[in-house]
């Protein structure tokens, strides 16, 4: 009986996660286009048959970027709730969060070129 209940409740939390994830996707302007990036390179490393070390790099850092984003959202949504007035202290959370994003996406932005332009000058050479 308490091994059904820790299955369960295993499948609940990766529940709850899944609707977190689609909650963001559905709400947040700047996850769509993570996301959006992300299948770019996908499609872009399919085709330009980049190697496995440059596909695990590829995958960690879009768990990166989303996962920032996901923080973010989070962080956004509970300064929102706690502070009903404009506070300096909610804008800097607010802000700390997003700039979070905003280095982890320009870093991965930064790898993306160092993989993929070598091989965009190849194909074109």
Do not use: Q
């Amino acid at each position: 009986m308490k091994y059904r209940k820790k299955i369960k409740s295993l499948a609940n939390s990766f529940k709850y996660a899944g609707e977190g994830i689609l909650a963001s996707f559905k709400s947040e302007r700047n996850m769509k286009i993570h996301v959006l990036i992300m299948f770019l390179v996908m499609i872009f490393g399919f085709l330009l048959n980049i190697s496995l070390i440059e596909w695990i790099i590829c995958i960690i850092l879009f768990g990166l970027v989303i996962g920032a984003e996901l923080f973010n959202t989070a962080i956004e949504t509970v300064v929102d709730m706690i502070s009903l007035e404009k506070s300096a202290k909610a804008k800097l959370a607010k802000d700390v969060s997003a700039g979070a994003v905003l280095l982890v996406a320009i870093s991965s932005v930064i790898i993306g070129l160092i993989i993929f332009v070598p091989k965009i000058i190849k194909l074109f050479s």
